[in-house]
């Protein structure tokens, strides 16, 4: 089946400090590839995505680069902010009968301090 | 409102009572989702909708979840006979249209259900 594996937190930066979450994957066909991230007291909101091999996603300052020979989908910020504090979830998509159905991580607690 | 809005935010039932979950989709979203986010679980897939009609029901827990979804619009889940491993955030998403590979879901901030 179709899987997501991604580093578990909390992870704790100091503000200014490079982000690395990592996500592997485990798909039968090709996937399209998101990070959502989830900030305290809102609804998930799509950040980046990428949709075949080799494409980088990027948003905010954040990126993600679609590795099809390592099936995986890292996220980086190279100077993360207390703003940044949040969870992040990737998450893969295969076009099925089940419409854009999602196949989510257990979610990666990041919290920036000062 | 322009998001997805759900109701109720919170909820606390006692074991055995039947609850009732509602989801407003964007305006002219055709696809519609339910999700369950359990503590540590992560988000769990639970029903697809595609207009009226669930083409992917393969998520429901077991036959006391059902829902269903009415004008192509507002979504109801259903648990009946609530049991405390049903204490979860149910989260709603709505996307344009389920058929193509956009993968952008538009998520509601959930409803949490606390089974006593």
């Known amino acids: 089946g179709n899987s997501v594996t991604q580093m578990e937190g909390p992870v704790t930066l100091s503000e200014e400090a490079f982000l690395t979450i990592n996500c592997t994957y485990t798909a039968t066909g090709y996937p399209s590839l998101f990070w959502y991230v989830q900030y305290p007291g809102e609804g998930l909101q799509l950040l980046l995505k990428a949709t075949k091999a080799d494409d980088k996603g990027s948003n905010k300052g954040f990126e993600a680069t679609y590795r099809k020979e390592t099936t995986s989908f890292h996220l980086e910020k190279g100077s993360v902010q207390v703003s940044d504090s949040a969870v992040y979830f990737c998450?893969?998509?295969?076009?099925?009968?089940?419409?854009?159905?999602?196949?989510f991580g257990t979610g990666t607690q990041l919290k920036v301090e000062l | 409102g322009a998001g997805v809005s759900q109701s109720p935010s919170n909820k606390v039932t006692e074991k055995g009572k039947d609850v009732e979950l509602r989801c407003d989709p964007i305006s002219g979203h055709t696809a519609l989702y339910w999700y369950r986010q359990s503590l540590g679980q992560g988000l769990e897939f639970l029903i697809y909708f595609q207009g009226n009609s669930a083409p992917d029901k393969s998520g429901l827990p077991s036959d006391r979840f059902s829902a269903e979804r009415t004008g192509g619009s507002v979504s109801t889940l259903t648990i009946q006979r609530t049991q405390q491993e049903d204490s979860a955030v149910y989260l709603c998403?709505?996307?344009?249209?389920?058929?193509?590979?956009?993968?952008?879901?538009?998520f509601g901030e959930g409803s949490r259900l606390t089974v006593l």
């Open positions: 998450a893969l998509s295969l076009l099925t009968g089940g419409g854009n159905k999602l196949t």
């Open positions: 998403a709505s996307s344009l249209n389920g058929g193509v590979s956009s993968g952008e879901l538009f």
